[in-house]
T-cell receptor, first 112, second 110 residues
Framework: DTGVSQDPRHKITKRGQNVTFRCDPI?????LYWYRQTLGQGPEFLTY????????KSRLLSDRFSAERPKGSFSTLEIQRTEQGDSAMYLC??????????FGPGTRLTVL | EDQVTQSPEALRLQEGESSSLNCSYT??????LFWYRQDPGKGPEFLFT???AGEEKEKERLKATLTKKESFLHITAPKPEDSATYLC???????????FGKGTRLSVIA
């Protein structure tokens, strides 16, 4: 068990560019979650998958955000036409049959 | 709407000075209350899950307790390495995603 991994750990981009983040969950976990965390706040839910199906999206997830989980394994989160307000830590978590979510190290996005 | 409020926002302790962090919650049917520790620039690290009022869990210098309205994280004789932000989150009976509080930022001074 290598835990949840995320790539890249840091991303600096210019406003208007597209960015994509990857999350590899714990191998036997069928649920995968994306959260966003800004300074001084707790993580806020964005979306989640059960296997390859995207089951829920937060109202925080604007049309510029899209997430996929092909084949129910790793997941990607893409942000199109980034804005300075998108600067945050993007966290991925996975969960097995029991109720505990385990988090990855996060991807820190800075939009200049 | 589920809500989680953590207090204090920040806490500064001397090494060995025991204290408690509070997590107040309102939730439509609690399925679980979770405590996480988060170091700067890292993802949250799981500490405890509590499922029903009266339940307690312990790990080293940390002890978590739960009532019908709040949870406490008690820190006994803290050390500088306990410095971190402690996050509380709830999961409701609809099994919707976790709702987090803003966290308590703990600093333990040697």
């Amino acid at each position: 068990d290598t835990g949840v991994s995320q790539d890249p750990r840091h991303k600096i981009t210019k406003r208007g560019q597209n960015v994509t983040f990857r999350c590899d969950p714990i191998s036997e976990h069928n649920r995968l979650y994306w959260y966003r965390q800004t300074l001084g706040q707790g993580p806020e839910f964005l979306t989640y998958f059960q296997n390859e199906a995207q089951l829920e999206k937060s109202r925080l997830l604007s049309d510029r955000f899209s997430a996929e989980r092909p084949k129910g394994s790793f997941s990607t989160l893409e942000i199109q036409r980034t804005e300075q307000g998108d600067s945050a830590m993007y966290l991925c978590a996975s969960k097995g049959e029991k109720g505990t979510q385990y988090f990855g190290p996060g991807t820190r996005l800075t939009v200049l | 709407e589920d809500q989680v409020t953590q207090s204090p926002e920040a806490l500064r302790l001397q090494e060995g000075e025991s204290s408690s962090l509070n997590c107040s919650y309102t939730v439509s049917g609690l399925r679980g209350l979770f405590w996480y520790r988060q170091d700067p620039g890292k993802g949250p690290e799981f500490l405890f899950t509590l499922y029903s009022a009266g339940e307690e869990k312990e790990k080293e210098r940390l002890k978590a307790t739960l009532t019908k309205k709040e949870s406490f994280l008690h820190i006994t004789a803290p050390k500088p390495e306990d410095s971190a932000t402690y996050l509380c989150a709830v999961l409701n009976s609809g099994n919707t995603p976790l709702v987090f509080g803003k966290g308590t930022r703990l600093s333990v001074i040697a």
